[in-house]
């Protein structure tokens, strides 16, 4: 059973939050317990069942022959750095003109919404419009980052600190202070007017992974840590940590997970019973693990794994924490698995609950 720390204190009148990733009580058996979650995986693979499965995987190989040609870069104009070609104070009208309609549209924690750009995942990036259609936010965890400095994927922390200097430790928000702890996961630049964080990965020599740019107004704007819960935010987490997830096997050469609405459900449940009941663990309090609870609800499958994470406040964040988590990345970058259910709940403190549950049948 987990105790949920405080977050934050009040001095004076300014409210000042620490945003540290949460540590998990000792491992329980077998189970792979890391800062940002759980991982767990399972197999069920019996030998007449390889046959099947291997052809599964290979389908899914063949669609990934076809690759989209990689868009062509160029410098940015106005500011530091682009994504996809596109800066931050850019209009919608330009983007869809290039990149056609978004493929889905959802609440993100701003209170507008990541409209999403891809062709079946490959030249992916996310971007937020404000009411005038004007982009106030971009992402990507591809190679679609350009700049006036050289920075891209694929840069190293070393290079990024070298060219930027010092990063953010704090960002004022409207009505409290916000001390970034990130512990080496990423950098926080104030650029042009825009929050700039650079997300590296700790598996890979500390390379620039991602990206995402916020207009200060917008980050500023916010008046707590967490976003106020709702049905829409849910759903928005859900459908951004699935579409963020194939869109990094994508990058990798890997097959594009379907989704799964039942596994939706069922991993839903587990995030809103965690939520409410107050703990975190991949055994649910009726002793239930992540496959019974799926078989409970009727799901087939032939392998499984589960990723937990609690209290990032996107599921970009939640990605990126999950991805330097050694376990986490074995799910997230399974070349067996065929198809994802994303579940999101809230907490009364409006602390988002993740569950992932992967399978192949």
Do not use: C
């Amino acid at each position: 059973m987990t105790i949920f720390k405080k977050l934050a204190k009040f001095i004076v009148v300014v409210l000042v939050v620490v945003w540290t990733k949460p540590l998990w009580e000792s491992p329980v058996e077998n189970f792979t317990t890391q800062l940002f979650g759980e991982n767990l995986s399972f197999s069920r693979m019996q030998d007449q069942a390889t046959s099947l499965f291997d052809s599964i995987v290979d389908n899914s190989a063949d669609d990934e022959q076809s690759r989209t040609k990689a868009l062509e870069l160029s410098q940015p104009e106005d500011q530091t750095f682009s994504v996809g070609n596109i800066e931050i104070g850019d209009s919608k009208e330009e983007i869809e003109q290039t990149y056609g309609e978004p493929k889905r549209e959802t609440t993100n924690e701003y209170g507008l919404k990541w409209a999403s750009y891809h062709e079946n995942y490959q030249n992916f990036l996310m971007v937020a419009y404000d009411q005038e259609d004007i982009v106030q936010g971009l992402y990507t965890n591809q190679d679609m980052i350009a700049s006036q400095n050289d920075i891209s994927l694929g840069s190293t922390k070393s290079e990024v600190h070298k060219k930027l200097g010092e990063t953010e430790s704090t960002i004022a928000h409207n009505g409290f202070n916000m001390q970034i702890n990130s512990d080496g996961e990423y950098d926080v630049y104030r650029i042009d007017g825009n929050y700039v964080t650079i997300f590296y990965d700790e598996h890979d020599n500390d390379e620039v992974t991602a990206m995402q740019i916020v207009a200060e107004p917008l980050e500023t704007s916010k008046s707590s840590l967490y976003a106020d819960a709702s049905d829409a935010l849910k759903e928005g987490f859900e459908y951004q940590l699935f579409d963020i997830t194939n869109a990094e096997r994508s990058r990798r050469g890997l097959n594009v997970l379907d989704w799964n609405e039942e596994v939706k459900k069922t991993a839903r449940k587990h995030s809103t019973d965690m939520a409410v009941n107050h703990y975190f663990d991949h055994t649910n309090q009726q002793g239930q693990s992540p496959f019974d609870r799926m078989q409970a609800d009727g799901i087939t499958f032939i392998s499984a794994g589960e990723n937990l994470a609690q209290g990032q406040t996107s599921s970009i964040f939640a990605h990126q924490g999950l991805m330097n988590s050694e376990g986490h990345r074995k799910n997230i970058v399974n070349e067996d698995f065929t198809e994802l259910g994303v579940g999101v709940d809230f907490n009364e403190d409006n602390q988002p609950f993740y569950t992932e549950n992967f399978l192949s049948r």
